[in-house]
């Protein structure tokens, strides 16, 4: 169908999963403790023939669907699908049939899907087609967004036609259902033609439909709404729309959105206004202190701060946001960079106050500092007046190395430093595995060399020889008169 063919609203980041159709949940009892739901009320259990029985509790719900309790039945046909203890699939078709006769429109969704789903099917095929559309076709009419979805999703497994697919798709988003809302939308900004069926593209319908849905429930929308006025080559941009769909998103605590939005505000834009205030609002709202953060509005926001003056705890926190929630290696770099200027800022202050303890400590850690970047005097000073911190120094560098021969395991051991045992055998190793290498190369360059020989010489033979000219004919010498 090829409504399933919706384009990806944006890249994934980490904190949101695929899109996907939303699960079928439980009905869950809603009376204070003690009571039962049955017959759409709160009761005392020892009133009543049957009620809904607890989600999890598998023997409740055989007893109160045998007494005639749609919802029971339909969470018992939950629980026989997806609990892999007590997992049936063919009863849980029975009883979700059971339900559905009873009222309950979700559990005829579910029948539709087990009628697909189920009992060995490998080929793509439907097991109960009849089966699968006349319980989706009942879910519908009764205003069951989800089983609207289903005849449209599936219609080509179940006989439903095309046409009449999109007819469905617009009213389970019509109905409620985001994901249709979305599906819907992309279907008609791009637009559709095949097997006789034609749709013709209407971006700013398409776009309606995103925004109805995104202020409604459909958050996914309306970071899809936001990518596609920003990028999509079918659609006038239009960031004043775009922030809009963004704000929506990040009051739902979608921190993507959140971020994308203080880079829209923080950039600006042919019709926004740049809001540095506004921006900075939203990279913290993108950036909390617990869950996901969308680590580029961590960073942008860190750098910043950092640029507006000194490193201050909120930008060494920012880059540790971003270090630890997708491992960003700039991030974490940033990170130790904006702990040590803040370490030295402070032993600035402190050195300027007259406390030499402070101003030595300084002095050597603007020579180790100059020393990483390779300053030969600042390397020389550090071993001539702080020896021992230089060995540490050396020693920390050497290990980061995994102790390979060069400048840093060299100067430590230059200082008096000794290797332990294991890093002696690291150099064996890599010594040996380097013999090895070289010889492996040696021998596949002589093998080269041989092949391109033979090559030559079979050319040769295949070339044609060049006629030899013959020697000119010596005439004879005139007969001596």
């Known amino acids: ?58 023997e409740d719900c055989e007893r109160q669907c045998a007494s005639g309790d749609a919802d029971s039945c339909f969470n018992l046909g939950l629980l026989l699908r997806r609990d892999m203890k007590n997992r049936d699939l063919v009863r849980a078709e029975e009883v979700q049939n059971k339900a559905c006769d009873g009222g309950n429109t979700t559990a005829c969704v579910e029948v539709g899907e087990l009628a697909c789903r189920h009992r060995g099917q490998t080929d793509g095929t439907c097991r109960d087609p009849e089966l699968s559309r006349r319980r989706f076709k009942q879910a519908c009419e009764d205003g069951d967004a989800s089983g609207c979805l289903g ?25 409620g259902s985001s994901f249709a809302c979305g599906s819907y939308g992309f279907l008609l900004i791009g637009g559709f033609a095949a097997r006789g069926v034609e749709l013709k593209r209407q971006p700013e319908k398409g776009l309606e439909v995103l925004e109805r849905s995104c202020e409604g429930e459909g958050t996914d929308n309306c970071l899809a709404l936001a990518m596609l006025l920003k990028t999509a080559k079918k659609v006038k941009p239009d960031a004043k729309r775009q922030l809009r769909a963004l ?39 993108g950036c909390p202190d617990e869950g996901y953060v969308y680590a580029e509005g961590c960073v942008k926001l860190a750098r910043y701060l950092w640029n507006a003056g000194k490193p201050t705890n909120e930008v060494l926190s ?29 032993l600035q202050a402190q050195c300027e106050g007259g406390d030499g303890v402070a101003c030595e400590e300084l002095s050597v850690r603007l020579l180790i500092r100059g020393c990483r970047v390779r300053e030969k005097n600042a390397c020389d000073t550090l071993e001539e007046k702080h020896p021992q911190r230089a060995l540490d120094y050396w020693e920390r560098d050497c290990a980061q190395t995994r102790f ?26 890599r010594a040996k595995s380097a013999a090895e290498a070289k010889a492996r190369l040696r021998r596949e360059q002589a093998k080269q060399r041989r092949e391109q020989a033979r090559q030559r010489r079979e050319q040769a033979k295949l070339r044609p020889k060049k006629a030899q000219p013959k020697p000119p004919v010596k005439e004879a010498p005139p007969p001596a008169k």
């Open 247 to 285: 704000e929506i998103a990040c009051n739902r605590n979608h921190v993507r959105a959140c971020g994308l939005a203080g880079e829209l505000l923080m950039d600006g834009a042919k019709n926004v206004a740049r809001d540095g205030v506004r921006a900075q609002a939203f990279f913290r709202k």
């Open 404 to 429: 390979a021969k060069g400048r840093s395991c060299d100067r430590f051991e230059a200082l008096g430093g000794v290797l332990p045992a294991r890093a002696l055998k690291l150099r064996k190793e």
């Open 151 to 175: 005849l449209a999703f599936q219609g080509d497994d179940i006989g439903v036609e095309r046409r009449q697919q999109i007819q469905y798709l617009e009213r389970s988003c019509k109905l």
């Open 318 to 346: 920012l880059f540790t946001k971003a270090c630890r929630g997708f491992s960003r290696t700039e991030a974490c770099t940033q990170a130790a960079r904006v702990a040590a200027a803040m370490v030295i800022h402070k």
């Open 1 to 58: 169908m090829p409504i399933q063919k919706k384009v990806s609203s944006a890249p994934e980041d980490g904190e949101e999963k695929k899109r996907k159709k939303p699960e079928t949940k439980v009905k869950r009892n809603p009376c204070p403790e003690g009571l039962v739901f049955a017959a759409g009320k709160c009761a005392d259990p020892t009133e009543v023939s049957s009620h809904l029985c607890e989600d999890k509790d598998f």
